[in-house]
């Protein structure tokens, strides 16, 4: 079976580099074996910000491709926290996504979809995991989805 690196090399997908926190907190904590990794922002493939408000300035799928950035991100931290060996991680275990919604926004889940059919796509089984999708009146830097991770690491 190949490992996770081998697999998103298949695919084409290449990790962007591990962003610095901007704020006082660490971007990953190790604990007991699960990697619990601080919030991904929305950010495009040349590091800009993907803002705006589901329901009012994106659509669903633009909400979901923002999701899915954040994804990337998220494994981008996961590599980092293991010495850029990717392939410690052994299963992504929960999601928490927040989009940055209007009040009668009500496609969180499919937003979030974006992250959760990427993370599968890219890591087969081992990329299948617990999830909730919130809504957030607004996200840090008016981004439109920021998604935190734990995932399992050998």
């Known amino acids: 079976m190949a490992g996770h690196t081998a697999r998103l090399k298949d695919l084409g997908i290449e990790l962007p580099e591990a962003s610095a926190p901007a704020a006082n907190y660490v971007p990953y904590v190790e604990a007991g074996g699960l990697l619990y990794v601080s919030g991904q922002i929305s950010m495009d493939a040349e590091g800009a910000l993907i803002t705006g ?4 300035d994106l659509d669903t799928p633009a909400g979901a491709e923002a999701a899915k950035r954040c994804a990337l991100m998220l494994l981008a931290q996961v590599r980092a926290a293991c010495g850029g060996d990717l392939d410690r991680m052994t299963r992504v275990v929960k999601l928490t996504g927040f989009v940055n919604s209007t009040p009668d926004f ?40 920021e998604i935190e991770g734990i995932f399992e690491i050998a």
């Open 106 to 145: 009500t496609e969180q889940p499919k937003v979030i979809n974006g992250a959760s059919d990427f993370l599968v796509e890219a890591l087969g089984e081992a990329g299948r995991h617990a999830r909730s999708a919130v809504s957030a009146g607004s996200l840090p830097l008016g981004v439109a989805v």
């Open 53 to 56: 408000k589901l329901g009012a």
